[in-house]
């Protein structure tokens, strides 16, 4: 997935979960950042970041990637999806795309992906990486635990499955962050446990584009 024009600039400071103080330019500026986890470990001020122009809305830029001594991290949590989708399309694995839907409705929730009007796919975005082990989540997340539980509760119209894509070249294995969420790593245990499927995905991440490279095991 491309990623179109990047803009150098210095992080500042975050200012709440949508928002973060940059130096653009030599001036400090306010830029948009969808991702709503801490990310404490990558938003230092001081470390280098790369903006890209937006054509709507109340910021001139969003922050699209943090760059760090291992590489380059996406921290745009809209994308997992997208990239999925795009790897799915290309490699058949772990499903063979026939037709598929983004944001599907299933009671009172979305789901990002429903593939072949059967496989029902919520996918997270991972940012954290420890000892190349990736995480998640690195904040809590009810959100995300409701998600896997009604998932299991839909098992019976649909397959159900949870992708983690890691936005980041350095993890080489996955596991849900079970100090900082314990109910999110127990649900989603039991999920796997149940012979649902969980699968993680690495990134190849540069200045030009983000794509799904390989696999890593997922370890409880």
Same mark, same amino acid.
């Given at each position: 997935?491309?990623?179109?024009? @990047?803009?150098?600039? =210095?992080?500042?400071?975050? /200012?709440?979960?949508? $928002?973060? !103080? *940059? ?89 990002? @992906?429903?593939?072949? =009007?059967?496989?029902?796919? /919520?996918?997270?975005? $991972?940012? !954290? *990486? ?91």
């Amino acid at each position: 997935m491309e990623l179109g024009e @990047l803009i150098p600039a =210095r992080f500042l400071k975050r /200012e709440n979960r949508f $928002v973060c !103080l *940059v130096e653009l330019y030599g001036k400090p500026e306010k830029v948009l950042i969808r991702n709503t986890g801490r990310l404490g470990e990558l938003l230092v001020p001081g470390r280098k970041v790369y903006l890209r122009e937006k054509s709507t809305g109340k910021y001139r830029h969003e922050l699209i990637l943090v760059e760090l001594e291992s590489g380059l991290v996406c921290v745009d949590s809209h994308l997992p999806p997208k990239l999925l989708l795009e790897h799915l399309l290309k490699s058949s694995y772990p499903w063979e795309v026939k037709e598929y839907r983004y944001e599907y409705g299933v009671g009172n929730s979305r789901f990002d @992906l429903l593939v072949n =009007r059967k496989v029902l796919i /919520e996918t997270k975005s $991972v940012n !954290l *990486v420890v000892d190349k082990t990736a995480m998640f989540p690195d904040a809590p997340t009810q959100r995300g635990r409701r998600h896997i539980e009604e998932l299991i509760e839909n098992a019976e119209t649909y397959e159900p499955a949870v992708i983690f894509v890691v936005q980041r070249e350095d993890a080489e294995k996955f596991t849900p962050n079970r100090e900082t969420d314990p109910d999110f790593s127990s649900a989603l245990e039991r999920f796997a446990g149940e012979g649902f499927t969980v699968k993680a995905f690495a990134c190849e991440v540069n200045l030009r584009e983000i794509t799904i490279k390989r696999e890593i095991p997922v370890i409880f």
